[in-house]
C-alpha cells in the first residue's frame, strides 16, 4: 500500500525560528516529490517541487534523500504568514511527467508561527 | 486570469439525493482530478481524466460519477450511493506530462 508519513505536529515556534518538517514514503522508485501548502479551510497550493537532490526558494530548503526514503522542509526566519499545514506529496507510481494521477498526499503537518 | 473555479463554495443536501459539483479550468490543461479531504486525513482520489471523453477510477470511485465532455470541464456526481458524502470536495488539473497539479478553491458538501 502507498504511504506518505509526515511529522504529525504540531508545530509551535516564535517568528524568526527555523523549522524542518519530514516525511517518508513507501516506494524506492518513486521520481516525483512536492511539498503543498494548505491553510485553513482553503485548497493546497504548490510550494515547492524536489526533484533531484534538492530545492532552495528564498527562505525554504527541501531536500531529498532517495537511500532513506525522506524528504525534508526547512523554513528559515519564519513569518507570522508561514502558519499553515504543509503536505508532503509523492508520485508513487515511479515515473515522472507521465501522468501525476498517482499523487499520494500526506495527512500534513500544522506550524504556527508565534509573534 | 487563469485558474480553476469550483462552484458552488457551500453546498448542503439532504440524504438521498444526487448532486453535482462544478469543476472549470481555463489553463488549457489536458489533465483534471478529484479529491475529497476529510479532517485530518490526506487528500484521497475519486476520479482522474487525462483527455475528453475518457476518466479513470481513483481510490474511492464508488458512489460518485463523472464526465468529461469538455477539456475545461469535469463535473462531479456524488450519488446517494455514497455513504458519507460530507466532505471538502477539491478539483486540481496539470498539464499533459506534468506532475505539478494545481487546485481549485474547493466545495464543502454537507449532507444530512
Known amino acids: 500500500r502507498k504511504e506518505v508519513e509526515q511529522d504529525p505536529g504540531p508545530f509551535n515556534v516564535p517568528e524568526g525560528a527555523t523549522v524542518a518538517f519530514n516525511c517518508t514514503y513507501s516506494n524506492s522508485a518513486s521520481q516525483s516529490f512536492f511539498w503543498y501548502r494548505q491553510d485553513c479551510r482553503k485548497e493546497p497550493k504548490l510550494l515547492m517541487s524536489?526533484?533531484?537532490s534538492g530545492n532552495e526558494d528564498g527562505r525554504f530548503t527541501a531536500q531529498l534523500n532517495r537511500a532513506s526514503q525522506y524528504i525534508s522542509l526547512l523554513i528559515r526566519d519564519s513569518k507570522l504568514s508561514d502558519s499553515a499545514t504543509y503536505l508532503c506529496?509523492?508520485?508513487?507510481?515511479?515515473?515522472?511527467?507521465?501522468?501525476?494521477?498517482?499523487?499520494?498526499f500526506g495527512k500534513g503537518t500544522k506550524l504556527s508561527v508565534i509573534p | 486570469d487563469g485558474g480553476i473555479t469550483q462552484s458552488p463554495k457551500y453546498l448542503f443536501r439532504k440524504e438521498g439525493q444526487n448532486v453535482t459539483l462544478s469543476c472549470e479550468q481555463n489553463?488549457?490543461?489536458?489533465?483534471m482530478y478529484w479529491y475529497r479531504q476529510d479532517p485530518g486525513q490526506g487528500l484521497r482520489l475519486i476520479y482522474y481524466s487525462q483527455i475528453v471523453n475518457d476518466f479513470q477510477k481513483g481510490d474511492i470511485a464508488e458512489g460518485y460519477s463523472v464526465s468529461r465532455e469538455k477539456k475545461e470541464s469535469f463535473p462531479l456526481t456524488v450519488t446517494s450511493a455514497q455513504k458519507n458524502p460530507t466532505a471538502f470536495y477539491l478539483c486540481?488539473?496539470?498539464?499533459?506530462?506534468?506532475?505539478?497539479?494545481?487546485f481549485g478553491p474547493g466545495t464543502r458538501l454537507t449532507v444530512t
Open positions: 489553463l488549457n490543461h489536458d489533465a
Open positions: 524536489v526533484y533531484s
Open positions: 486540481a488539473s496539470s498539464m499533459a506530462g506534468v506532475d505539478e497539479q494545481y
Open positions: 506529496v509523492v508520485n508513487e507510481e515511479g515515473y515522472s511527467g507521465a501522468g501525476s494521477y498517482q499523487l499520494t
